[in-house]
């Protein structure tokens, strides 16, 4: 296919790290590109009713503009950033819009101005400390046919290998993966945790079976201490547990004997937070090397239970029956309906909605509206600088 070039006016953006422009009539999904920019983009997919475009040149730039820090991004290079090109307090103003439109559209909520915490709307999607580089405490690398780490460009199988990544932790960058190489088709998974303790593992390349393991990491959280297989979840951000656990304690605020669900809830970091604040922790969690960890991190206290399952299933079964808080920390494709639904109709006083996708959560909070369930409180983080993705926390509580 020839190289399709299109000059374009760049609109408002749109959930997936992109803009939406318009080229005789067609929508156009343009990546690169900042709202207001005069840009000429390159056509890379086309589809019914809409393009795909990544901005090549800049022919009248956004004031938001940078030169990007790291010399990997930009089109048909590194897909591991989105806004390498946008100032970091642009970056949260862009996570903030995407956030709004998201819950006007998807979640039915038009008016969010009550439930803020920051001085302004554009401010919803809050910094964590320590700037928009060197944050990312896991990283997966990819393999080329050359044996050589990198990462996949974006929406393909192409590897772009990198000297190192700007936005991986130093004890990351410093780990001596990116200066050898590796079984072609191989991946790399390589942690630095709370505690500094590094690990790499590779996994083969069809099978995804674990071909060079790594001993555990400690993670440190709420005066508790994990030990953790380096291929388990832990939150990616340094500052995230932190931030996260102090605001779903600030809004479902439980007291004593309150019965309280962490679903989703991986080690256990939230119940380590709720426990000491209420009766019995109920832990939901389907990966066995999480509800391992959690169950000897939190031993030591008596009213956190680890059930290991999915949970739906776990929510269809009617004995269990009543729960006055609840925390759901699912992942990207949110709870869903079922789940939702579970839920409500167990009538809890408050949950606390822990969101990695905006979309899904503004689904779910859709489906809580239809139970009787209003978003009474609001909080996003800049949890993954550089790319599209944030954090959201919502407070649904009975109207
Ligand atoms: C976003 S992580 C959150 C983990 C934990 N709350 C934390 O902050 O560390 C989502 C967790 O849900 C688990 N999970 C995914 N699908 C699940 C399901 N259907 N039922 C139970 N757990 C699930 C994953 O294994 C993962 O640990």
Not at 62 to 72: E, G, K, L, N, Q
Not at 105 to 110: E, I, K, Y
Not at 364 to 382: C, I, P, Q, S
């Amino acid at each position: 296919m020839a190289t399709e070039l299109l000059e374009l006016e760049i609109g408002p953006v749109a959930h997936g790290g992109i803009c939406v422009a318009r080229h005789e009539g067609q929508v156009v999904f343009v990546r690169h590109a900042l709202p207001g920019e005069r840009v000429r983009a390159r056509v890379t997919d086309r589809r019914k009713g809409f393009l795909r475009a990544d901005a090549v040149e800049i022919l009248l730039p956004s004031p938001d503009r940078v030169i990007p820090p790291c010399p990997f991004a930009g089109p048909g290079a590194c897909g591991g950033c989105d806004w390498q090109h946008a100032s970091w307090p642009a970056q949260r103003r862009l996570k903030s819009q995407v956030l709004r439109e998201q819950l006007t559209r998807l979640g039915g909520v038009s008016d969010i101005s009550d439930l803020l915490v920051v001085p302004d709307l554009s401010e919803l999607v809050e910094a964590l400390p320590g700037g928009p580089l060197s944050w990312r405490t896991r990283v997966q690398y990819a393999v080329d046919a050359e044996g050589r780490a990198g990462f996949h460009r974006h929406r393909s199988s192409g590897i772009v290998p990198v000297d190192r990544c700007r936005i991986a932790h130093p004890a990351i960058q410093a780990l001596p993966v990116l200066d050898r190489t590796w079984p072609p088709g191989a991946t790399i998974e390589a942690v630095v945790s709370s505690s500094g303790d590094t690990a790499a593992v590779t996994r083969a390349s069809r099978t995804g079976r674990v071909t060079s393991p790594a001993a555990p990491v400690r993670e440190h959280a709420a005066g508790h201490e994990w030990t953790l297989d380096p291929g388990a979840f832990w939150q990616v951000h340094p500052h995230a547990v932190e931030a996260f656990t102090t605001t779903v304690l600030d809004m479902l605020r439980p007291v004593e004997r309150e019965r309280a669900w962490d679903l989703y809830g991986g080690a256990g970091v939230f119940a380590a937070a709720l426990a000491p604040h209420c009766g019995p922790v109920t832990v939901v969690e389907s990966d066995h090397r999480a509800v391992a960890s959690g169950r000897r991190a939190l031993r030591d206290l008596r009213n956190v239970t680890f059930v290991r399952g999915d949970v739906a299933q776990v929510l269809s079964n009617p004995s269990w029956r009543t729960v006055d808080v609840v925390v759901l920390d699912p992942p990207r494709s949110g709870a869903g309906r079922a789940v939702v639904s579970s839920i409500a109709s167990r009538g809890p006083r408050a949950v606390a909605y822990v969101a990695c996708d905006p979309a899904a959560f503004a689904r779910d909070v859709r489906t809580f509206g239809e139970h009787g369930y209003g978003l009474t409180a609001l909080r996003a983080f800049d949890s993954f600088p550089m790319t599209q993705h944030f954090e959201t926390i919502g407070l649904l509580t009975p109207r």
